[in-house]
């Protein structure tokens, strides 16, 4: 991707990193650091190395970028030992971790400049999501500085929010290069598949999600 500025390309590097603080702040696990630490290892050399550009390969191995996160959110949910993992999630710290979802929009938009994703991914198109980031840290304000909206408007925050990730997530991987695209044929989402952006999937996504997850069963089980 020599097209990309190497200014996005350390832009979304940073955010990635800034993802995992903030991810840390809130579980305060090092073992976990550590866990995703070694899969964004493994992830980025094998992006480096072009594996998921491989094409006319079953499964695709676009799949191999989600999946093991997906997988490790539905154990999340169905362990109940590990589910109390996220009963001790730190809910500001979870709340601030959204606002990489800034970053992560601008460098979306300048892949997409490029050719590597289509406009439906962006905030130019169908892709909402810049607004869970730009909104996060005026609801960490406002619930927990200044204590002017309750848990109950997090929570709904949260299930907004976690609404527009699912709608980009839908999109992303209906766009992607795989016998299930039904979108975006003149443009298809290649960009996540080069390397270091083969993080947005792999990392990114799953720690968002999980961080909304999180919230909404701590916010549920305050409320019972």
Not at 98 to 123: A, C, K, N, S
């Amino acid at each position: 991707m020599a097209e990309i500025p190497i200014s996005i390309t350390l832009l979304f590097i940073l955010t990635t990193l800034a993802t995992l603080w903030l991810f840390y702040k809130a579980s305060k696990s090092r073992i976990v650091l550590v866990g995703v630490l070694t899969w964004m290892i493994v992830v980025g050399a094998l992006g480096y190395s072009r594996f998921y550009r491989v094409q006319d390969v079953t499964p695709p191995r676009f799949v191999f970028l989600l999946a093991p996160g997906i997988l490790f959110l539905i154990f999340l949910l169905t362990s109940k030992r590990v589910r109390n993992f996220s009963y001790k999630q730190d809910l500001g710290w979870l709340t601030l971790l959204h606002t990489v979802r800034i970053p992560v929009e601008i460098v979306l938009y300048y892949i997409f400049l490029e050719g590597y994703v289509p406009d439906l991914m962006t905030f130019d198109g169908y892709n909402y999501d810049i607004l869970s980031g730009i909104s996060a840290p005026i609801i960490y304000y406002g619930v927990f500085v200044k204590n002017w909206i309750g848990k109950k408007g997090l929570l709904i925050w949260n299930f907004v929010c976690l609404g527009l990730l699912i709608n980009i997530l839908t999109i992303a991987v209906l766009s992607a290069e795989t016998p299930i695209q039904q979108l975006a044929f003149d443009q298809p989402n290649i960009g996540v598949t080069y390397f270091p952006f083969v993080w947005l999937p792999a990392i990114i996504v799953p720690i968002v999600l999980f961080s909304h997850i999180a919230a909404i069963y701590i916010l549920l089980r305050k409320r019972q």
